[in-house]
């Protein structure tokens, strides 16, 4: 287990001025990277215990994290 932030410009580097440019046009990308954002950011407080919870549901954000992060992969490579 990781206890590094999974932030998105360290995810995808070579995507960074992608990125910015989409949460600025596209509110559907915006949207997702803040709920990443979100989800990420409260997997690692429950790893950190900063926030404990049971690992089942740390275990479903950990997937939602990464469902987000595949849609958010798929958009930055279609643009």
Known sequence: ???TPHELHEEF???ADKM???KTSDAHFAKLAD???EVNRQVHRAETNVEPMEQLAEEQL???RSALKDEIYGLLKAS
């Open 20 to 22: 910015s440019a989409l």
């Open 35 to 37: 709920k990443y954002h």
């Open 62 to 64: 950990r997937k939602e």
């Open 1 to 3: 287990m990781s206890h």
């Open 13 to 15: 580097p070579e995507f």
